[in-house]
């Protein structure tokens, strides 16, 4: 049978603003609850630095696109609305050599438009979610995908959950990715079990591992422990400057982060950069301590740029980073 694709990537794509703020016109502080928050003059008329739009990003655009770049054949399962921000969005992924047979247009609908106010290397997002008719397409024989990767959708696609866990009933061959957005988090794992015991790898961060899993956010064992009970065979917990932290069930590595030649820029997509190298040196062949060394090379490249996409890495210039790597750079068993 013919695989058209290496890998489809499933979830919400959007277009995202970002407005970059001047430093003396914004501040942070911590308030009483712990909380960083973004503060700006009431009612006030602030001038900004500058605006840059960057269209057809999400997770599961951010990941189409970073297989993509990384030589693997790719196609996203998503929803857009009948506008010129759908049109746009859809030219984007033709750009980055993304197949988007299977972008659904909403007639009647707007597409998804997100607002960042980027203020030094953080970011925060203004989001909006259109209510979309989800509905899982039919995939012929010959373009089932020998990897899955899926991704945020919307508090409006709850049911459609179960038609992508029936599908991958269907298709035993297709190893699913779960990388959960936040209502699918906020839906918890009985609501999706079915996703979660299919999986063949889910990656979250340590914050969103705690929640997930229930589990004491000190103690990344029983995280890993009580994520593997789910269902998953693979799991990847990412914990921000610490690095990250990967299973296969008998063996447990963690793995540093690869040094920024630069601070950050600009820290949008930073996740879903580190999430798709790790799966693209999976399809590839490689092993788990392989992708836990290309992964953290595509989310330090992802931040020294602005959005989430113009930083992602083709396999040659990860390979030309590697070689460049301290000798430190290496997963150790833990």
């Known amino acids: ?4 694709f290496d890998i489809i990537t499933v979830g919400d794509i959007n277009t995202d603003v970002f407005v970059r703020l001047l430093t003396n016109q914004a501040r942070t502080y911590i308030d009483e609850h712990g909380t960083n928050i973004l503060a700006m003059e009431f009612g006030a008329k602030l001038p900004f630095d500058y605006a840059e739009v ?3 990003v999400g997770n599961a655009a951010n990941g189409a696109v970073a297989f993509a770049r990384l030589g693997l054949k790719t196609s996203i399962i998503t929803n857009i609305g009948g ?3 759908g049109r746009d969005m859809i030219n984007a992924l033709v750009k980055n050599g993304v197949d988007h047979r299977f972008v659904r247009v909403n007639p009647g609908k707007k597409s998804n438009y997100h607002y960042i106010l980027w203020y030094e290397a953080e970011r925060t997002i203004l989001i909006k979610h259109e209510d979309y008719n989800y509905h899982w397409p039919h995939l012929p024989a010959d373009e089932i ?3 899955m990767y899926f991704s945020s959708v919307s508090e409006h696609g709850l049911a459609y959950h179960d038609q992508v866990a029936d599908w991958l009933d269907e298709n035993q061959g297709v190893k699913l990715v779960f990388q959960p957005g936040t209502f699918q988090i906020e839906a918890g794992v009985e609501r999706l079990k079915r996703i979660y015991q299919r999986a063949e790898l889910l990656i979250l961060n340590r914050e969103e591992a705690t929640i997930v899993s229930g589990g ?5 064992h029983d995280l890993i422990n009580r994520l593997h009970s789910f269902g998953p065979k693979m799991v990847v917990v990412t914990d921000g400057p610490s690095g990250a932290y990967a299973s296969d069930g008998p063996n447990r590595f963690k793995m540093p982060l690869y040094p920024d030649p630069n601070p950050p820029l600009e820290r949008t997509g930073a996740g879903d950069a580190y999430a798709s190298a790790f799966v693209a040196a ?3 062949g490689n092993t788990i301590e392989g992708a836990l060394q290309w992964a953290p090379i595509n989310s330090m490249s992802v931040v020294q740029k602005v959005g989430s996409q113009a ?4 396999e040659h210039e990860i390979e030309e980073w590697l070689k460049k790597a301290p000798d430190w750079y290496k997963p150790e068993h833990f």
């Not at 004491?216 to 990344?220: K, M, S, V, Y």
């Open 216 to 220: 004491n956010h000190e103690d990344i």
């Open 54 to 56: 960057v269209e057809g």
């Open 1 to 4: 049978m013919k695989q058209e």
């Open 311 to 314: 930083g992602l890495l083709t």
């Open 83 to 85: 506008d010129q921000w």
């Open 145 to 147: 995908p020998r990897w």
């Open 282 to 284: 999976l399809t590839k």
